[in-house]
């Protein structure tokens, strides 16, 4: 099968990306308000970029009507947010964020998750989730225009939060992060199944 993503509506190649790239790690982002209204959603066009100055990344896409999620339009007024890293303990309650819910309506009081406060910027982490990033925005890259198009939110961690038990000399133990991915439409996968190749010489 050869596609021509020009020929063909942006929602099915979008199908066609979520399908093959996999599986996707999630950003769970936190932000708030200029107002103080706390948000939380989950992003899965999420990567790191370099290391010194740690640098990641998340993209967020154009809704139908032509807007943005509350998520971009608080980081362009604040400059900061929290990547919060999703495991299978609370993937449920992460899911819930992602309903598409009015600015006034706080995430982390709809999914029961809780807030605590960040060091360095004044939006929350998540306290379930074992690995937290506060960020400092760096840039923001827009690419196309309308329903589909979308904009890569890139920022500079500023601080790690990190559970003891995960913690060994800077490697990160996975058997007891349990992290998720995110596969195509509701899929996720579990990052329990793994195997080890050695790099080249």
């Known amino acids: 099968m050869i596609i021509n993503p020009k020929e063909h509506d942006h929602n099915n190649i979008y199908k066609l990306m979520i399908g093959s790239i996999v599986p996707r790690p999630i950003a769970f982002v936190s932000t708030s308000s200029p107002e103080g209204v706390r ?17 990641i990344l998340f993209s967020t896409v154009i809704r139908r009507d032509g807007t ?26 992460m899911n819930v964020t992602s309903a598409d819910v009015p600015p006034d309506v706080d995430e982390f009081a709809l999914s029961g998750l809780t807030p605590v ?11 379930e989730s074992k690995i937290s990033m506060e960020c400092s925005l760096v840039n923001l890259v827009t690419f196309g225009e309308g329903a589909g198009g979308g904009c890569t939110v890139f920022g500079e961690i500023l601080r790690f939060h990190i559970a003891d038990e995960l913690f060994d000399n800077f ?14 439409g509701p899929t996720y996968a579990r990052t329990r ?7 080249p010489k």
């Open 39 to 55: 948000n939380l959603a989950p992003y899965s066009f999420f990567n790191g970029v370099c290391s010194n100055p740690p640098i």
């Open 68 to 93: 943005y999620k509350d998520t971009l339009n608080n980081v362009r007024a604040t400059k900061e947010f929290v990547v919060n890293i999703v495991s299978e303990e609370f993937a449920d309650r």
């Open 117 to 127: 406060p960040a060091d360095l910027v004044s939006c929350p982490r998540v306290k």
């Open 171 to 184: 490697r990160i133990d996975p058997d007891k992060l349990h992290a998720i991915g995110r596969m195509g």
């Open 193 to 199: 199944d793994r195997f080890e190749l050695i790099r």
